[in-house]
């Protein structure tokens, strides 16, 4: 274990048993919102360069007069 983890767990250790299920509780929480949020970074990062590269197209369509509106019953 790293000296975080360790801390956490001395802390947690030092606490009634019964504030230590509520803190074990309110921790998984935690972790289960972190890994969600790397997942959603993780899964935009990979898209990112896609999506510049169609705002690029979008751009120079716009500038060369030759964009259409976007037609939203197509989609």
């Known amino acids: 274990m790293n000296n975080t983890v360790e801390t956490i767990v001395k ?3 030092s606490l009634p ?3 230590q299920e509520r803190v ?7 972790i289960v919102e972190a890994n969600d949020e790397a997942e959603w970074d993780m899964q935009f ?14 751009k ?3 500038a060369q007069g030759v ?3 976007m037609d939203y019953e197509k989609l």
Request: glycine residues 4%; proline residues 3%; negative net charge.
């Open 11 to 13: 802390m947690v250790e």
């Open 17 to 19: 048993e019964a504030l």
């Open 24 to 30: 074990v509780n309110e921790l998984r929480s935690v």
């Open 45 to 58: 990062e990979r898209k990112h360069e896609g999506l510049m590269s169609a705002a690029r197209k979008a």
């Open 60 to 62: 120079q369509e716009i």
């Open 67 to 69: 964009a259409e509106p």
